[in-house]
Structures are given as structure tokens and as C-alpha cells.
């Protein structure tokens, strides 16, 4: 079968900006070829199984020249791959779209182009500034702002400035002086509102307000660098007003979110969308024990249980696999009781259309031990090294009970110096864990001696909480072990620090 090229805008940043269409796309390829303005969060959502080629890496400051990528995207066609070509912002608005697909027609392969969102609209947006208004003008012009070393810039100010729309510059950063001297000299207004948006839409955007006059020694004043665009007209007046990102409660805020490597990104989307600046750190790997005869012999057995005790969504992942193995659903567990220690084990039980019989009013192992209303024998399937708090409840009620173990936590990450000297500096003053095995996979990848003072630990619950208070952070615990509290947790936290960001005071 022969292969395609699909042209995907990633969007300017924020990975939320990515389209339904993209992101099918990006799901069903199996090459992928991208640039350096794509973000780690939307690369994340490459299939594992994919090839990826980055084109954007700048070795030895030479970027892969255009012609190579050319040829990389019909080699990968004509081999019969489906290539996802994957470009910052939209590829038709200075991405160099059109170059790449004109190999392509040339040679029959068939192509696609699926839009972004461009960033000369949504740092603008993500600024508060809306490029269009009715009150203020009636066009809104995109202009790159590159310069050839040497050269002067061929751009025809005083065409644009008789437009009087609103002017959107990228790749301007560098030119940026040249650019508000072109438009005096064609006789634009000194006072005229002006903008620069940097790393829009992600949680480092920064916005320097001035007018076309200032803006040189205000943009220099700040430090602007690139990737950031360059606005000129009235518009940019509406900046202070419309600004609703900045006001976003986390912004700013910079977290590192541990988490097993298997569960999907909910919370660090929870905190992204408050504006936060979310590390995301994949500390532990929860690995099901497969194939596991232990847990078979029981479920094959399970007249001789009368509660099923699951106490994490790894656990029931890890049941699910086997009864379909069975050839099992839920008519066969008829007979039994099933508890949860908490919502989000809940939750993937009822993925399976099943409802939890006894979820504790508190969401630790030693409430639902307690408060099991237990008569008959449990089957308890949970991780290899389960807390000792659930097991020594049952026994203090004689209860009896098979404790199997499931799956195992495994701590093989690499040691990252980068990440212990960040928490060391306290450039991330917060850490969230969602259970005691996070902590310790935080401390094999920066090592136990690691220095983690100036650092918040964000916990779940309290046996995460014994576990953090080993190692000499500061201690907050969730009023609920759930994503929702951990979130106001940290919203709470954040408000109670005075933070600067860039040495500007949010
Ligand atoms: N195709 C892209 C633009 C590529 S040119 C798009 O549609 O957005 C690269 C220029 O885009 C940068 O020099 C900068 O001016 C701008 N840019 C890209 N991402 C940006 C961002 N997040 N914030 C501000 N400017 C950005």
C-alpha cells in the first residue's frame, strides 16, 4: 500500500490547541517528522510504535536544510509509511508548507493538510489582544520579520502603514528595531499602541506593553527573545483589559507532576488549564505480574470469596485482563461484593460497567479495612508491596482474607542531575505525589541525597505524606484522596506564595 504525507498544525503551544483532526492523525502514524516549536506535551502523544525524526534540532546551530526535509517526507511516502509532517503554529503561515508539498506533487504522493492554530492569532489572543475590532480596524496583516544577516529589510512600511489594520509580526525579534524604524519613517503615529508577545500561549508567555516608540527599550528592558511576535495598532490597547490569562489562578506556578509512567496526563491537564508551568515527570512504572496464576487459581475459585478488594486503577486494569482472558464479564461476578479504596479505582470499575459496593468515607488502606462491612472471605488484588494497613485491619476484625499481588512498581528511571539541581535552586517550588511509591520514585531519579528543602511536596493522602516527610520537604495534604483536592491543594499553596516569574511580579 502506498504511502501519505499528512501537513499537521501543532498549534502555537499550549497542546490543548491542537485539532480533533491533528491529533487522529498524529495517532495513526507510523512516521513522524517534526520541528522545534512543537511541544513536548503534543510529541508526547506520538503512538510509542511510531519513528520519530526531529528536524528541528539545531546541531552545531545548523538546522536539517529544507531540501533534506523534502526528501525525508518523500522517502518516508514512497517506503509506504504514513508520514505525519508535524510544524509549530499552521504550516501555510510561514512553516514552509507550500516547499514541502510541492516535492510531493511533483512526484504523485498523495498529501493532506490539516490546519493550525497560528500563533500570529493566538499569542495575540493569549495576551488579550483581539487582532480584529470593529472600533479600531478593518484588517489585520501577518508579515515575517526575517532579516538576512546583512541585508535590509523589504518590507513596504509605508504600503502597511497606510492600511491602518492591525500588524502582526513573526520572526521579528531580531529586526524588531529596524521594524518599528521603518514604520516612523513611513509616517506612522509614535504613540500608536504596541505589543510583543513571548512564547505565547504556554505557561512562559510573557507580554511587553508599549507604543510603536517605546517598544525598542521596553522589549529590551524585559529580555524578549525568541519564539515571540511583534504587534502594532490600536488593539493592543485592549492588552491590559482583556488580559484573562494572566489572571489565571496557577499561572506561572511551576510543578512537577510525578506519576506512573502508564496513567494518562489528568492532572497535569487540570493544572496546565489553571495556567500553571507543569513538569511533567514519569517517576515509577507500574508493571501488571502477567501472566499470574495466582490471581486465575482464585477467580476461578471465587465461591469461596465474598468481597473483591481492589485499591488502585492498576489493580483493577490488571483483573480486567485476566476475566477477559476467563472469558468472563460481569455476570460471573454475581456472587461477590466489590470495594474500591477510593473514586478513582471506583471509576475503573465502572469502566467495566461495575459498581463498587463499599467505597470508605476516607480514601486510605486503613479506612477501608475498618470499614469493610466484610462477612466471608476477601480477595484482596493490588500491588506486590501493598500497605500493611489494609491487611492488619482485617486481621484485628478476623477477617479473613487472600492478599495477591497483581502488578509491581518498578524505580528504574535514569538519574537526572537536571531535574536535582532544579529542586535544589527551588525553581520548582512544587511537587505533587499521588501516592507513597511516587516519592520514592522521585528520590531514585534525583538521589536520596538530594537536598529537597525548598520544596513543597503536594500529597495525596496521609501514607503519601509518611513517605515525603522522610526527606525533609514541606508537607500539604489533600482535605480527599482525589485529583479534584490535590488541585485546590495546590491552588491553595500557590496563593499563599509570593511568586516572581521572569523577575516581573505576576
Ligand atoms: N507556522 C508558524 C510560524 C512559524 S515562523 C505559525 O503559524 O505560528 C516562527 C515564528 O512564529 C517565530 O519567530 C515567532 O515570531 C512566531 N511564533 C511561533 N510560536 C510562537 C509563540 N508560541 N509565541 C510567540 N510567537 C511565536
Not at 505565547?200 to 527573545?225: F, K, N, V, W, Y
Not at 499561572?251 to 494518562?264: F, K, S
Request: a negative charge.
Amino acid at each position: 500500500m502506498g504511502g501519505k504525507v499528512t501537513l499537521v498544525g501543532a498549534g502555537p503551544g499550549d497542546p490543548g490547541l491542537l485539532t480533533l483532526k491533528g491529533r487522529a492523525a498524529l495517532a495513526g502514524a507510523d512516521v513522524v517528522v517534526y520541528d522545534r516549536l512543537v511541544s513536548p506535551a503534543i510529541l508526547a502523544m506520538i503512538p510509542p510504535e511510531a519513528c520519530t525524526i526531529d528536524v528541528g534540532k539545531e546541531a552545531s546551530h545548523h538546522k536539517v536544510p529544507q531540501e533534506q526535509i523534502n526528501r525525508i517526507l518523500l522517502e518516508e511516502a514512497l517506503a509506504g509509511h504514513n508520514v505525519v509532517r508535524l510544524k509549530g503554529g499552521d504550516p501555510f503561515v510561514f512553516g514552509r508548507g507550500g516547499e514541502e508539498l510541492e516535492a510531493l506533487a511533483e512526484r504523485g504522493v498523495p498529501f493532506e493538510e490539516i490546519p493550525g492554530i497560528t500563533s500570529a492569532i493566538a499569542a495575540p489572543a493569549y495576551g488579550g489582544i483581539p487582532v480584529t475590532h470593529r472600533d479600531y480596524c478593518s484588517s489585520v496583516h501577518i508579515i515575517t520579520g526575517h532579516q538576512r544577516a546583512g541585508k535590509p529589510l523589504t518590507i513596504d512600511f509605508e504600503a502597511l502603514v497606510r492600511t491602518k489594520g492591525t500588524l502582526v509580526f513573526l520572526m521579528g525579534v531580531t529586526a524588531m528595531p529596524a521594524i518599528v524604524e521603518g514604520l516612523l519613517e513611513a509616517g506612522m503615529d509614535p504613540d500608536t499602541p504596541a505589543a510583543m508577545v513571548e512564547n505565547g500561549t504556554t505557561s512562559t508567555q510573557r507580554r511587553c506593553d508599549a507604543t510603536l516608540a517605546t517598544l525598542p527599550e521596553r522589549a529590551a528592558a524585559m529580555g524578549i527573545h525568541s519564539p515571540a511576535i511583534i504587534l502594532v495598532g490600536q488593539v493592543c490597547a485592549l492588552a491590559e483589559r482583556f488580559c484573562w490569562f494572566d489572571h489565571l489562578p496557577l499561572r506561572g506556578q511551576r510543578i512537577l507532576v510525578t506519576r506512573p509512567r502508564d496513567r494518562a496526563g489528568a492532572l497535569s491537564d487540570r493544572l496546565r488549564a489553571l495556567g500553571a508551568d507543569v513538569w511533567e515527570y514519569p517517576c515509577i512504572e507500574t508493571r501488571p505480574i502477567w501472566p499470574c496464576p495466582a490471581m486465575t487459581a482464585a477467580l476461578e475459585h471465587l465461591e469461596n470469596y465474598r468481597w473483591l478488594v481492589f485499591t488502585s486503577p492498576a489493580g483493577v486494569a490488571a483483573f480486567r485482563r485476566t476475566l477477559q482472558e476467563m472469558k468472563k464479564d460481569g455476570r460471573y461476578l454475581s456472587g461477590v461484593q466489590l470495594a474500591a479504596i477510593g473514586s478513582g479505582t471506583a471509576r475503573a470499575l465502572a469502566d467495566m460497567g461495575l459498581i463498587a459496593d463499599y467505597v470508605p468515607p476516607v480514601y486510605d488502606a486503613a479506612h477501608l479495612g475498618e470499614g469493610l462491612p466484610a462477612e466471608g472471605k476477601v480477595l484482596i488484588l493490588r500491588a506486590e508491596i501493598g500497605s500493611p494497613a489494609l491487611t492488619a485491619a482485617l486481621e484485628s476484625r478476623s477477617i479473613p482474607y487472600d492478599d495477591i499481588p497483581v502488578y509491581r512498581t518498578v524505580y528504574d528511571n535514569p538519574r537526572s542531575e537536571q531535574l536535582r539541581a532544579a529542586l535544589e535552586a527551588g525553581e520548582v517550588p512544587f511537587v505533587t505525589f499521588t501516592s507513597a511509591s511516587t516519592v520514592k520514585g522521585l528520590l531514585a531519579t534525583v538521589g536520596a541525597d538530594a537536598d529537597l528543602s525548598r520544596v513543597t511536596a503536594l500529597c495525596i493522602g496521609e501514607q503519601t505524606a509518611t513517605e515525603a516527610r522522610k526527606h525533609n520537604m514541606t508537607i500539604k495534604i489533600a482535605a480527599q484522596a482525589t485529583i479534584d483536592a490535590l488541585v485546590e491543594l495546590t491552588q491553595d499553596a500557590a496563593s499563599s506564595l509570593e511568586y516572581t516569574f521572569g523577575g516581573v511580579m505576576l
